[in-house]
């Protein structure tokens, strides 16, 4: 084992721990800015939920292409282009001046960002031993909500300091900076950056499931990645995932500041509560999936923190909506996130394991899957509360998604990879 106090890879992680946080930071600005947005765009409150929606659906078009460049060129690549694109239009979003542009400018953002984690899967594949994947996926995921959740409250505070626009173009320059310092500093396999000790590169290499002169150049067999029952089963669950989180990124601020009556900055520290408790989701599943992998229980280490993580997130998710007062209603809605949230490392992780050279192509597919649950969410809310005059539907409709997954992760096997090579 590596016996420096900070080893390289832990660098790398750190790097994609801050990525995270900028993807998801981008990602809610819309919904934070939906007020000033909706005003100077004269928009609906439907036509808002297209524009969040068209992000999902762009996302989840180009995650399996994503992930094939991604196996193909190697995340240093991959991660630099995708990060640079949609921060490009990130920034574009402040010069949008109507609703068909907004919807072209956000499907072309979420089609920049579908890289970012298949990207980061095949740097993992690289990179990390097995026994850390798990926490090492935890800590990527929760940057992401802890990036989401300084952006509620920040984003609001800097809207009113400089407009809704600039904002965009701030924040899509940040992203323009982590592009430039992880294509200088990283290398795609571990062995050839120059930070890492010949004793810590050997240690990767024996506790990884690659080989040394891995033929990374085999072609993947997408008809045998369809016909696997193990890829069904991951995105069927994923939808289920994305269906209750996406929640957070597209309506609950605007949801909890209407129906309780609050100003932008107590609807951000209230919508932030979710995120936060995420995060806490993710470092807890992280360590859970290492934990009992380190006891020589592969399958176990990946069925057990999704399957607990999808029963508190249908309890949560139900409980909230009967909650008068706007903090119970956080308090559930929090535990609903925490447990959707401790579905992701063992997802992500389970991916790797099946994916192996094609962590990238398998971890894109399954966010596919995943985020046409998202773009499902973002339409769903609105139009079932028009429909029915009641938020309730939709809460019950997550809730059952979220049950149903508990029963697709029985049958998952993430220690037998797939065989896909063409």
Request: positive net charge; aromatic residues 16%; proline residues 4%.
């Amino acid at each position: 084992m590596s016996k420096s106090l900070f080893p390289t890879r832990y660098k790398m992680v750190f790097g994609t721990f801050v990525l995270a946080m900028i993807v998801l930071f981008d990602r809610i600005l819309l919904s934070v800015a939906k007020d000033p947005v909706a005003e100077s765009l004269a928009l609906s409150d439907k036509q808002m939920g297209w524009a969040m929606s068209i992000f999902a659906l762009g996302y989840a078009l180009f995650q399996t292409p994503a992930g094939l460049f991604a196996d193909k060129y190697g995340p240093r690549k991959i991660l630099t282009a995708v990060v640079a694109l949609w921060s490009i239009f990130t920034a574009l979003t402040g010069a949008v001046y109507s609703y068909v542009v907004l919807l072209i400018v956000r499907f072309l953002f979420g089609a920049g960002e579908a890289g970012a984690f298949p990207g980061m899967a095949r740097a993992i594949y690289s990179w990390i031993p097995l026994q850390e994947r798990g926490i090492v996926n935890g800590i990527n995921f929760s940057g992401g909500r802890i990036g989401a959740a300084f952006a509620l409250p920040m984003v609001a505070w800097l809207m009113d300091l400089v407009g809704w626009r600039m904002t965009f173009v701030i924040l899509g320059a940040v992203g323009i900076l982590w592009g430039v310092i992880w294509y200088v500093w990283f290398r795609d396999n571990p062995e050839d950056h120059k930070g890492v000790s010949e004793m810590e590169a050997k240690y990767i290499l024996e506790n990884t499931n690659r080989s040394s002169g891995e033929d990374e150049k085999t072609k993947i067999d997408f008809g045998k990645l369809f016909r696997s029952k193990t890829m069904w089963l991951l995105m069927g669950q994923y939808f289920a995932s994305n269906f209750t989180f996406f929640f957070c990124l597209t309506w609950l601020f605007p949801h909890i500041k209407a129906k309780y009556g609050l100003d932008a900055l107590e609807a951000g520290f209230y919508a932030s509560a979710p995120l936060i408790f995420g995060a806490l989701g993710n470092w807890f599943s992280g360590f859970l999936v290492d934990y009992i992998y380190k006891r020589k229980k592969w399958a176990l280490s990946r069925k057990a923190p999704a399957i607990i993580g999808f029963i508190l997130a249908s309890v949560g998710i139900v409980a909230s909506v009967y909650m008068k007062e706007v903090t119970p209603a956080i308090i559930f809605i929090s535990i609903a996130v925490f447990g959707a949230d401790m579905t992701l490392s063992p997802s992500w992780s389970a991916c790797v394991d099946i994916g192996k050279q094609f962590s990238g192509a398998v971890s894109g597919t399954m966010n596919m899957a995943g985020n046409i649950g998202s773009f499902l969410t973002a339409l769903a809310f609105p139009y079932l509360l028009d429909m029915t005059g009641s938020e309730v539907p939709f809460f019950y409709l997550a809730a059952g998604l979220n049950v149903l997954a508990i029963f697709l992760w029985t049958a998952v096997k993430p220690q037998y990879p797939l065989e896909i090579t063409a």
